[in-house]
């Protein structure tokens, strides 16, 4: 007894759980009403319900548990356990466009067989009495036609609303515009075109706007060759119809014809024997326009010109700088002045359009004569026709046309190529052009004696022939030298019609 004792006061220290009294208490009351309910009968039962209906209910009265069915007949819980404000509750409202919604409409195949292996070539054979409903064959011949989309039919289609008020990623595009030249300058840091190395003899080509003179002299290569059939057979109709539609003659200018040719020769220099002629033209076409128009002082001509010339070169070709201008003046002027002088020209000149020179017509023809060899042609009659703009400014009494026209028919004369002038006369633009003309030798006789002029020994300004002089064709002396044998000839004809 004493070791019990010890054990039972062992665990009451170690664990402290109140151990069972003994005598253990009597079970309350309320089992046995629980018990003696349940032992009932049924028509006991429902007379104690139908009193219990018939009482006062007491709010605070519990109910034993019933089934889910009927639990309709339960009286409602009392204020300690709901309130009117618990009751109402928001209904969460949903956005249909951000759902992605199913059709209602289903269309299975109740009937569907899995394994079908013990289908016999009877049961392929469908016999349809009209007793039948005629709704199962369509289902039946639904489901044949779609059982390859799936095995239950037809799948059923997820319609997602597109959402448009999404906005692209910026962050992307932010990157990437860093990686472009003038981003990364805008940085500080060296753009990539600047760090490109060369790999080899593997660089990038430079683009040329403008062909250079040798280039212009050897013959075209099979693809432009190809290009031009394509230009003439498709453009060139309504292209020359537009320009001799458009052009008209330049006005006269109210200077001295040793003063222009001054300022004519510093533009060919400064343009290259690579730039294009037609630069050039453009260029003495704006002069011309403002020199007729009112007075510009000698110290000024110069700035003018350059003007001039900075139009023009926006027209025909990559922009050119000013700082570049003003380099090639000497600094005889500044940029500020440039700019100011670019804006009174179009100011004076009401912002004109682009005018029609005769370079636009000595490529075309050129080539008409000659497909295979033009350049040897283009070049002599570029140079017979800036000889004559820059000495004799009576030809701005004539068309450009006409005196393209002129130039090209000089240089078939020269260079003793005479059996290609029937296949320049039978050119619609050369026959258009010859009947604008007032007469057509005495202007090729005008560039003739230009170029006589230019070459003389007298005479200052010699950038043509330095130009269209150079080895190995020497166009300008052969030119020169034709010009003196055909003028020689001329004047024995003339000597023996008197």
């Not at 109402?88 to 059709?103: G, H, L, N, S, W």
């Not at 001295?256 to 020769?265: D, F, L, Y």
Request: some cysteine.
């Amino acid at each position: 007894m004493a070791a019990e004792k010890e054990n039972v006061n062992r665990l009451k220290t170690i664990t402290k759980i109140p151990l069972p009294v003994d005598p253990l208490p009597a079970l309350p009351k309320h089992l046995f009403e629980i018990k003696s309910k349940t032992n009932m009968n049924a028509s006991e039962l429902n007379n104690r319900l139908a009193e219990s209906k018939s009482k006062p209910k007491d709010l605070n009265e519990r109910y034993p548990l019933r089934t889910l069915n009927s639990q309709q007949n339960l009286a409602v819980p009392g204020p300690s356990h709901r309130t009117k404000e618990a009751d109402v509750r928001p209904k969460q409202k949903i956005d249909a466009r951000y759902v992605t919604r199913r059709p209602k409409t289903e269309n299975l195949d109740w009937d569907f067989r899995v394994f079908k292996d013990d289908v016999t070539q009877e049961d392929k054979v469908i016999i349809i009495s009209d007793d039948e409903d005629s709704s199962k064959e369509k289902k039946y011949k639904f489901f044949v036609a779609n059982k390859q989309k799936s095995c239950l039919g037809e799948s059923m289609a997820a319609v997602t609303p597109a959402v448009k008020n999404l906005e692209p990623n910026r962050v992307k595009k932010l990157k990437r515009s860093l990686k472009r030249p003038h981003s990364r300058e805008l940085q500080g840091l060296p753009s990539e075109a600047k760090e490109q190395k060369k790999v080899g003899d593997k660089i990038r080509p430079k683009l040329y706007f403008n062909e250079p003179l040798q280039e212009r002299l050897m013959s075209p290569d099979f693809l432009r060759r190809s290009y031009m059939v394509c230009h003439t057979r498709d453009y060139s109709t309504d292209t020359f119809d537009y320009l001799l539609g458009v052009e008209q003659r330049p006005v006269t200018p109210n200077i001295s014809s040793k003063t222009r040719a001054c300022v004519i020769n510093w533009l060919m220099r400064v343009n290259g024997p690579d730039g294009n002629p037609a630069t050039v033209q453009t260029a003495v076409w704006y002069l011309d326009s403002v020199l007729a128009t009112g007075q510009v002082q000698v110290n000024k001509l110069q700035l003018v010109a350059a003007a001039c010339y900075w139009v023009a070169h926006k027209l025909h070709g990559p922009g050119l700088s000013a700082t570049r201008l003003v380099n090639c003046s000497n600094y005889a002027f500044t940029t500020e002045d440039l700019l100011c002088a670019e804006k009174s020209i179009l100011q004076r000149l009401k912002f004109p359009s682009q005018p029609v020179v005769a370079q636009e017509y000595i490529t075309y023809l050129s080539w008409w004569c000659d497909r295979y060899h033009p350049g040897e042609i283009e070049v002599a009659a570029t140079f017979l026709c800036m000889c004559g703009i820059m000495v004799d400014k009576s030809l701005c009494n004539e068309y450009p046309s006409v005196v393209a026209c002129a130039a090209v028919r000089n240089v078939l004369l020269l260079l003793d190529k005479k059996h290609l002038m029937t296949q320049l006369q039978l050119c619609p633009i050369f026959r258009s052009a010859e009947k604008k003309a007032s007469n057509m030798a005495y202007t090729c006789s005008l560039l003739r004696r230009a170029v006589r002029t230019v070459v003389s020994t007298a005479y200052e300004y010699k950038a043509p022939f330095e130009h269209y002089g150079t080895p190995p064709s020497y166009i300008a002396q052969r030119i020169f030298n034709a010009s003196i044998e055909f003028n020689i000839i001329d004047i024995r004809n003339t000597c023996r019609n008197n």
